[in-house]
């Protein structure tokens, strides 16, 4: 299962809701959530989303890191996510309209396809023409691409394809990867794209735009005041001089959140609440390590870090999977010599107070030299027993993964099937200590349902092989498939 939500589809409120947290949170939520333990009904108390289910494939220049743009993906699953309106057409065959998906669009009888994702209702700049289709058996017009719409019932929406590249969609969309494929989505960034104003942190449109200083989300994107992107401007200096006071981090840190600053959130926490910020430059040039930061405290506190910690979009991992009085572990692949900002921030306002942060940093060499054969056949593994440093773009952070490097005897297409009853995935790197080499990654099931992926290979060159779990309580015994095809 994914770490990160999935961009929800049919609003234009919160894009990257992902991760959850514990403690009490309210949506506005008709239909939708994705993956994990989710709170999508209005005024839900519970542990928190988790992310979404999904299957990724990347090409060896395609990097991992995972930041708050909306590039993510998923078929399905269920987060935390503020917002989220599943639209149901009367009908999912077409209608009387002649516009062709992604055509702009007010009602949905101007539309081919009989659904209109609109701007006055749903946040879509201009429109979007659009059309239901079904999961399971994939059919849309125009060539389209058949995205899970977020109700967890298989149904999903039609959106435009495109290539990555030199931008073929309209204007406030860009060329997005939700995993099944490149669709045309909204990234407005100018009041000018939208009939009122353009949501900086979603890319939506809306009715209304953020006061950054009464204290309310005032456009309905679960950021308020400087945390949201519209109060750039109004905020920089107060943003400046909060990184500027970051506080270097060390091995054992002790603060309290309600002392610190009000400017900040990260995509699975922070919302409305005060945080505090940590400068850490971990390791040393020529290590290929990983990072460990643990949050303990009484309060819903997550954890998230920015490679540049004024800029939302650099944040590379973000954790707050458990309500108070359970540690919060980031576990982040990280280049030694790497300077980045550590923000401890609680959950939702109220969430805030005394904390200790502890982090630690390991060189991984010796873990991939390491790495154990493996082989034509079945492999006997539990990840119980293995290491906690390593993350694919579709399994979850601070989990313990088993590590294997497997030598193709010939070219061909390396198939994997991986059989556990705990959630668990697997993904496949080039080289050991490089996430952006991965190619691919799969975690679509829960646990009890097998996984299974293909990944190009060469005969003679190595590739590494890591079964890793979806959090970290989802580790145990299970049983790899290699067979080349």
């Known amino acids: 299962m994914r770490q990160i939500c999935m961009v929800v589809l049919l609003t234009g409120v919160t894009a990257l809701a992902a991760c959850g947290g514990g403690g009490t949170t309210t949506t506005t939520t008709t239909t939708g959530g994705m993956g994990g333990e989710s709170s999508t009904t209005t005024t839900t108390s519970g542990m928190g989303g988790e992310g979404g289910h999904g299957s990724t494939v990347t090409s060896a220049a395609t990097t991992s890191a995972t930041t708050a743009t909306g590039t993510s993906t998923?078929?399905?699953?269920?987060?935390?996510?503020?917002?989220?309106t599943t639209t149901t057409a009367t009908s999912g065959t077409g209608g009387a309209g002649t516009g062709v998906l992604g055509s702009p669009c007010a009602s949905d009888a101007v539309c081919a396809g009989g659904l209109c994702l609109d701007e006055a209702t749903q946040g879509w700049p201009a429109g979007y023409c659009s059309a239901v289709c079904d999961q399971a058996a994939p059919a849309c017009p125009d060539n389209?691409?058949?995205?899970?719409?977020?109700?967890?019932?298989?149904?999903?929406?039609?959106?435009?394809?495109?290539?990555?590249?030199?931008?073929?969609?309209?204007?406030?969309?860009?060329c997005l990867d939700f995993g099944v494929g490149n669709v045309c989505y909204p990234t407005c960034t100018a009041e000018a794209q939208c009939t009122a104003f353009c949501d900086a942190d979603t890319g939506f449109c809306s009715a209304t735009d953020e006061d950054c200083a009464n204290g309310m989300d005032d456009d309905a994107d679960n950021l308020v005041d400087c945390e949201d992107l519209d109060c750039k401007a109004t905020c920089g200096g107060q943003i400046t001089a909060?990184?500027?006071?970051?506080?270097?981090?060390?091995a054992s840190n002790m603060g309290d959140t309600s002392l610190g600053s009000f400017a900040f959130a990260g995509s699975c926490t922070g919302a409305g609440s005060h945080e505090v910020a940590f400068s850490l430059t971990p390791g040393v040039a020529g290590e290929h390590g990983t990072l460990t930061a643990t949050v303990s405290s009484a309060l819903d506190?997550?954890?998230?870090?920015?490679?540049?910690c004024s800029d939302?979009?650099?944040?590379?991992?973000?954790?707050?999977?458990?309500?108070?009085?359970?540690?919060?572990?980031?576990?982040?692949?990280?280049?030694?010599?790497?300077?980045?900002?550590?923000?401890?921030?609680?959950?939702?306002?109220?969430?805030?107070?005394?904390?200790?942060?502890?982090?630690?940093?390991?060189?991984?060499?010796?873990l991939c030299a390491a790495a154990l054969p493996e082989a034509i056949g079945d492999t006997v593994g539990d990840t119980t027993l293995g290491t906690n440093a390593f993350t694919g773009s579709c399994t979850g952070s601070g989990v313990n993964e088993q590590v294997y490097t497997f030598l193709p005897a010939a070219d061909g297409t390396l198939h994997l099937n991986l059989s556990s009853q705990a959630d668990m995935g697997v993904?496949?790197?080039?080289?050991?200590?490089?996430?952006?080499?991965?190619?691919?990654?799969?975690?679509?099931?829960?646990?009890?349902?097998?996984?299974?992926?293909?990944?190009?290979?060469k005969s003679g060159v190595a590739v590494t092989v890591f079964v890793d779990g979806y959090r970290p309580s989802e580790v145990g015994a299970f049983t790899l498939t290699a067979t080349l095809m």
């Open 74 to 84: 998923g078929v399905g699953g269920a987060g935390t996510t503020t917002g989220a």
């Open 144 to 174: 389209g691409v058949c995205v899970d719409d977020g109700s967890m019932t298989g149904s999903g929406i039609c959106l435009q394809s495109c290539t990555v590249g030199p931008n073929g969609c309209a204007a406030a969309y860009s």
């Open 242 to 250: 909060a990184c500027t006071m970051a506080t270097p981090a060390a």
């Open 301 to 308: 506190l997550g954890i998230y870090a920015r490679l540049a």
């Open 312 to 366: 939302p979009s650099t944040q590379i991992a973000c954790v707050d999977l458990n309500a108070g009085r359970t540690d919060e572990v980031l576990v982040i692949e990280l280049d030694g010599g790497t300077p980045i900002t550590l923000f401890v921030d609680g959950y939702s306002a109220g969430q805030e107070g005394p904390f200790t942060l502890t982090t630690s940093y390991q060189d991984n060499a010796p």
């Open 427 to 457: 993904y496949v790197r080039t080289t050991c200590l490089d996430k952006t080499t991965e190619l691919g990654c799969a975690d679509v099931n829960i646990g009890g349902i097998d996984e299974t992926l293909d990944v190009p290979v």
